[in-house]
């Protein structure tokens, strides 16, 4: 029996992105991205791994669109490889590249999967870096004519568009706390770099509707569950400044054109350089907000939290615990999260474009894992959207974090968040139990 019976046309989906899963980083016409170089320095990867084979997707690709289809899945969100289609990130266009994404769009829409692609998932061209990456205004021109390029490939017949995936992480753990690509370690640009990140998104926008496309774009950023740990003034302030860096930065610029007045104060000199008229650019309508869901945080006042002097803790509670990433599990903390964003902004249509957890996932003989952990993890989150929806929140879709187990950034390829278990040695992919679970989802559209 069927009790959280989801609306008739709800986007059960996936979600992956191209550095975690392609591989075949220099096949083919293939530029250097941030994230090969990032990765091939030595220690900044657990065990010194890196995405040059990954899952070896871009030679599997039509055995996983195979998967996508035996899953059921309605929607595939995947992203594009700057580098792969424009080796140097402007000039010059890789005709194999384009071409691959061409063949793996034509796939989905034969086993009737609607693509979602996301243009920019954290993996800027190498050359583009070197004259400065996010930092230089030039890079916002680059990241549209880009995107141009990709619109007059694929628009045709792709509908559903996201500029950026989580520009959060490029700005304040790319730059700033230095632990992903680019990896500099300097706070002071990551206010730059977000306001570049917002206007690149905003004028592609622009362009997307100037040259009459049809479909939906919009912008994906990660938003956790955060509160303050008492009411005590100074952990509601150090709260708001958490806030207001890890979400309100965005969605304040995106939907209210202006940055938030408490955080731009704090922060003093390291406010971005804004030109007249950026912040009506950035401000450009979207169609959907992608959130990207995983954990809840308590917040609180500290003297040795960094400039911010915010300390923070991973919140769950005993019956809910830990994921293997040491994230607090807080299914409750979606409703909320998307609560506040209807409370601050409006009716925005919405979209969780990842939701998962790394478990431990050991295979048995045959390589097959009993994960009831994420069975466990994905219904309580699941739960929380379809009260979501009940209480009037215009959800559309959902998309689990991921297809398959991936490289998974800085952490290398410990920690799995695949429904289906890759074999790193021989490639093999096996579905595990969440997979069918999930298909059972699909197919009775609820649980
Ligand atoms: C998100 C990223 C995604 C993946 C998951 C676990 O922040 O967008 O690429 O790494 O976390």
Redesign the pocket.
Known sequence: MVNKQFPPDFLWGVST?AY?IEGAWNEEGKGESIWDRYSHQPNHILNNGNGDIACDHYHSMPQDVALLKELGVKSYRFSVSWSRVLPLGFGEKNQKGLDFYKKLVDELLSVNIKPFITLY?WDLPQALQDRGGWVNRDTVSHFTDYANLIFSSLADRVDMWATH??PR?VSFIGYGNATMAPGIADFSKSYQVTHHLLLAHGSTVQEYRKNGYHGDIGIVL?SEHSFPASFHPEDLLAWQRYYEQDTGIFTDALFLGKYPDLLMNWIGPMQPEIKPGDMEIIREPIDFLGI?Y?RGMEVSFHQTGGYLKCKTRHETLPMWGYTEMGWGIHPKGLLMVLKNLKERYGDIPLVIS?SGCATRDIGDEAGYVDDQERIDYLRMHFESGWHAIQSGINLKGYYV?SLMDNF??SQGYSPR?GLVRVNYDSLGRIPKKSFYWYQNVISKNGF
Request: aromatic share 28%.
């Open positions: 992105s975690q998932h995936n989580e992480v990660d990207n995983y990842e974090w998974e950034w968040f």
